[in-house]
């Protein structure tokens, strides 16, 4: 069984300063984790993904993410927010089970308020 | 290269009817996932289907069904409709089977009355 916590149902930031938006997994298997974004009226976009490689993860829009197994954490973190950065984040996660088909599972989602 | 496509985009139905919802995969990906998305929730994994089959299903009841075409696009059916489907619906498709990303359409917007 898989599933995702993410600790934070709002984080305000303000322009130009740092973010981080954190998450916790819960995973059977080696796990495939992924952070994806949803701007308002939008489809998902996929701002990451870790499948076991690097730990540390560079994505899409100066995000990165890292992944620590020892405190089964994928915490998002951009150096310096922009405030077309507000939207939702989901942190997701995939076992790899092995048995083929696979769903991912999505966190409860963090909005992320920029402030001018 | 077109990315997934939904359709249609809006639908209102009434308490106790039925709905088919389609999706087109991105081009050369295989895999076809289906998510509900109630309001101010995360989506919620439906099913997935590969090779014209039904791969994993999450836990939704069986009014929830699909299909995948030789061409891999796919239909989500909903059958005698609740108030509580009322949901944005999203496709996603991938390569293959697997822990892989997997891309998503703009969904469709299902409200039942």
């Known amino acids: 069984a898989q599933s995702v916590t993410q600790l934070d149902s709002h984080v305000s930031v303000s322009e130009g300063t740092p973010v981080l938006l954190r998450c916790n997994y819960s995973?059977?298997?080696?796990?495939?984790l992924f952070w994806y974004v949803q701007h308002p009226n939008k489809g998902l976009q996929l701002l990451l993904k870790?499948?076991?490689?690097?730990?540390l993860v560079k994505g899409i829009n100066g995000f990165e993410a890292e992944f620590k197994k020892s405190e089964t954490s994928f915490h998002l973190t951009k150096p310096s927010a922009h405030m077309s950065d507000a939207a939702e984040y989901f942190c997701v996660v995939s076992d790899d089970s092995g048995g083929g088909a696979d769903g991912l599972t999505f966190g409860k989602g963090t909005h992320l308020i920029i402030q001018p | 290269d077109a990315g997934v496509t939904q359709s249609p985009t809006h639908l209102i139905k009434t308490r106790g009817q039925q709905v088919t919802l389609r999706c087109s995969p991105k081009?050369?990906?295989?895999?076809v996932s289906w998510y509900q998305q109630a309001l101010g929730q995360g989506p919620q994994f439906i099913f997935q289907y590969y090779e014209e089959e039904e791969r994993q299903r999450g836990n939704f009841p069986d009014r929830f069904s699909g299909h995948q075409f030789p061409n891999y696009s796919s239909e989500l059916n909903v059958n005698a409709l609740l108030l509580g489907d009322s949901a944005l619906y999203l496709c996603?498709?991938?390569f293959g089977t697997g822990p892989f990303e997997q891309y998503f359409g703009p969904g469709t917007r299902l409200t039942v009355t």
């Open positions: 870790y499948t076991s490689a690097a730990t």
């Open positions: 995973s059977s298997y080696s796990p495939s």
């Open positions: 996603a498709s991938s």
């Open positions: 081009s050369g990906h295989d895999t």
